[in-house]
Every structure is written in structure tokens, then in C-alpha cells.
């Protein structure tokens, strides 16, 4: 469901955690530590969006910037340290659709990637498992008619199960893709998991499922 997104970010933990959050929200990823190979990949992974971080070895994140533009009608979100307004203006003047500061929250990286492909007309369709219908888009859950009342948090994590559909996630998976970070208490997960089980069971039988030991997984009900 989700379209392909081109990493390119020199910091090995960072790389790792943005990678980690866009995969569970259903996208394909490909992460480089520097734009060395950003030609070759935008003609063999053909990108719908380049996420890019500023201060490279090498080629540095603006240079990088003109070759996309240049090869590729992808998407393109900044991400820097660099906070600087002039270095933000650089980068929108030169032809990036949105600008992330380090340090963010992994959810709002996502939320803006999404919001870049949605602007493009590759966003995020409605998403049906059983009579539960999810739209990312407008933040708007459905089930048998019936509009159910999600937190911000408890529509994230539905969100991100449902685009891996079947598919059983860690609490440590959730986590990075919610929160943007492995090390809360996974207590957060099981608390706001245990409120989103019992909305979406006021409505109809269990669709969200608990694999003892591996983790939860939504799916048809059972």
C-alpha cells in the first residue's frame, strides 16, 4: 500500500530509526549513508519521495537536492539540524517540498512524508479489514457504520497495524513507529493497545489480536 522512499542520512542510528518507522507505516525504503549512488537509485528504485539530510560526506544535502530535481519528479523533505531560517529558505527556494528539524519526533516525520505524497497524489488510501474501514488521510475510523472516537496515539498505532495487516508487530516496532523511539516503557504499548481493542470491540468482534510472546497483529476477526 505504501509508495517507496529513498533515504539518504549519515548517521547510522538515525538512518536506522527513520527506516525502521516508515517500513511499519507500510512504506519501501531505501537507505544510503550518503548520496555517492542517488543517481543510479533514482532510475533503478524510482522514489516517490527523497529524504534528505543536509550535512553529508561528500556531496552535501542541497547538492543532492539539485540532482533530484534535475532526474526525478519525487518529493523531497529536508532533514537537518540546521535550524538556521536561511538554510530553510534555501532549501524550499531550491525545490524541497517540506523541512524537518533534528531533533523530531519519528510520528511527525512520517506524518510529513505522507502529507508530501499526498500532495502528489500518492497518499495513503482507505484502508478495510472486515466491516473497519480506517481513512489515514482524513483521521476518520469507521466500523459498521459507526464512527469511533480515537486518541491522536490510539489512531497512530491502528494506522500502523493496519498497513501491516496479518503481518505480527513487536512492542518495540510499535513503539519506533508511534513514538519514535524503542527505549518507553512498552507499558505505554499495552495501555493504549488495551483502550483500542475495547473501542473497536463496541462495535464488533475482536479484529485486534494478541500474539502471546511475539506481539499484536490486526486482522479478520477470529
Keep these: 500500500m505504501g509508495s517507496s522512499v529513498l533515504l539518504v542520512e549519515d548517521s547510522t542510528s538515525i538512518r536506522v ?3 525502521a518507522a516508515l517500513t511499519d507505516a507500510g512504506h519501501s525504503v531505501l537507505a544510503r549513508g550518503d548520496g555517492a549512488r542517488i543517481e543510479l537509485d533514482l532510475g533503478e528504485f524510482r ?21 533530484v530535481r534535475r532526474r526525478s519528479d519525487a518529493g ?18 531550491e525545490g524541497a517540498d517540506d523541512y524537518v528539524i533534528k531533533p523530531f519526533e519519528m ?6 512524508v505522507n502529507a508530501v505524497l499526498r500532495r502528489r497524489g500518492r497518499g495513503a488510501s482507505i484502508v478495510h479489514v472486515d466491516d473497519l474501514v480506517i481513512d489515514p488521510d482524513a483521521a476518520v475510523v469507521v466500523r459498521g457504520g459507526s464512527p469511533i472516537a480515537l486518541t491522536a496515539t490510539e489512531f497512530r498505532m491502528l ?4 498497513r501491516r495487516r496479518g503481518r505480527v508487530l513487536t512492542k518495540t516496532q510499535i513503539l519506533t ?16 493497545m488495551s483502550a483500542l481493542r475495547r473501542k ?7 479484529l485486534l489480536h494478541t500474539e502471546r510472546g511475539r506481539g499484536y497483529t490486526l486482522d479478520s476477526a477470529r
Excluded: C, K, Q
Design 17 to 19: 530509526a527513520i527506516a
Design 47 to 67: 522514489p516517490d519521495v527523497v529524504l534528505l539530510d543536509v550535512m553529508l560526506p561528500g556531496s552535501d544535502g542541497f547538492a543532492l537536492l539539485e540532482i
Design 76 to 93: 523531497i523533505v529536508m532533514v537537518t539540524a540546521r535550524d538556521a531560517v536561511g538554510d530553510r529558505l534555501r532549501g524550499l527556494t
Design 107 to 112: 510520528a511527525e516525520l512520517v506524518a510529513r
Design 159 to 162: 494506522v500502523v497495524l493496519a
Design 177 to 192: 513507529a508511534v513514538w519514535g523511539y524503542e527505549h518507553y516503557d512498552p507499558n505505554l504499548v499495552e495501555v493504549h
Design 200 to 206: 473497536l470491540e463496541e462495535h464488533g468482534p475482536r
